[in-house]
């Protein structure tokens, strides 16, 4: 980020944006998702099994966290939202304990129903590290179905939304593919005049939300050509609001920062506030969205709404694993952008 643009644009609306973010407390959403399980098995190398050429692991400690759309939901709640999350989980121990931590966290899970014919989407990634050595990452196991929901449960899905719809200040939809968005979903959700959609493909299948969030590989997939300069990232906006009847449009495009297209023809650029200290992105795209959709809510504009988005996407790819951000967090990183731009300007 440039100093310059620090100055000229952050620094004089630094009040406002630390107002907007006590109004992230309480504010009522509705988030849709296909709900993960992220599970982190971590044990020390003892020696090469005699069994097959494999490592064996003492285990040390097992982590489960959010992962998936359910980060989504858990970021809003992290930041202080009143947060209804809609979707499914399996009749396991895994759907359990993505429930458990929703619970602690004072998340409504009235709207996640169990899918008994499904499991729990799980990933789990174990990892091993010698004596004082680094831990490393050595495989990943998913567990998930390729079926749909069964046509109950999209109904159900449906007519829950449907009936929360006039108790919510916006609807967020976190479509990772798996299958909670239907189409029988998606119409129950663009009935709200606040719709935030992050899916990773078939935007058009959200037709008519208010504003989209994908990032430069996903934008690109959806218009079909490479986005490699900036005549081509404008073309892109403009077509993406053309194919989607949008409102607004947001490229997130990692070190570049973000670009925020609007019906009107207007294309502002959000540079990144972090682009050293970057060791994981997994899961920034949540923070993006929960940080950006609870501004919107508070009464910010759009561009204000980017700008702590991106703000919050600066801390949580500082940490290994899906993370999120809470607003004392973004208030000091905000603090702390203004007061290097003074030392800078001095």
């Not at 000229?8 to 006590?22: C, F, G, Q």
Request: with cysteine; hydrophobic share 40%; charged share 25%.
């Amino acid at each position: 980020m440039t100093k310059d643009f620090i100055l000229d644009e952050i620094v004089p609306v630094a009040p406002r944006l630390h107002s907007l973010m006590e109004g992230f407390k309480d504010q009522k959403v509705l988030v849709i998702g296909d709900l993960t399980l992220d599970e982190f098995v971590t044990g020390e190398v003892e020696r090469v099994s005699r069994e097959a050429p494999v490592l064996i692991l003492r285990h040390e400690f097992t982590k489960q966290v959010p992962g998936g759309g359910a980060n989504a939901i858990y970021n809003f709640a992290k930041l202080g939202a009143r947060v209804k999350a809609v979707g499914l989980v399996g009749d396991d121990s895994q759907g359990q304990a993505l429930l458990d931590i929703f619970k602690k966290s004072s998340i409504d899970v009235s709207g996640i129903f169990s899918d008994d014919q499904r499991p729990t989407v799980t990933k789990t990634r174990i990892a091993g590290h010698a004596r004082q050595s680094v831990t490393q990452q050595i495989v990943r196991v998913d567990r998930k179905s390729d079926l749909p929901p069964g046509d109950i449960l999209q109904d159900r899905l449906a007519q829950y939304i449907s009936s929360q719809l006039d108790n919510v200040a916006a609807v967020v939809c976190s479509d990772y593919g798996d299958g909670v968005l239907s189409k029988i979903v998606i119409e129950a959700a663009c009935n709200h005049p606040r719709v935030i959609v992050d899916a990773q493909k078939d935007l058009i299948r959200y037709t008519g939300a208010s504003l989209f969030t994908p990032n430069l590989p996903e934008a690109e997939g959806e218009v079909g050509y490479p986005i490699d300069d900036l005549a081509s990232l404008r073309r892109a906006g403009q077509d993406l609001l053309t194919k989607t009847k949008a409102k607004e449009f947001l490229i997130t495009r990692g070190e570049d920062g973000m670009s925020l297209f609007s019906t009107q023809g207007d294309h502002q650029c959000i540079p990144a506030f972090n682009k050293r200290e970057v060791f994981d992105v997994t899961g920034a795209g949540d923070t993006v969205v929960a940080a950006l959709t609870l501004a919107l809510c508070a009464g910010a504009s759009t561009w204000e709404s980017a700008v702590l988005g991106n703000l919050a996407a600066s801390l949580v790819v500082r940490q290994f694993g899906t993370a999120t951000a809470q607003i004392d967090q973004l208030q000091h990183a905000l603090n702390l952008l203004i007061e290097q731009a003074h030392e800078s300007d001095k």
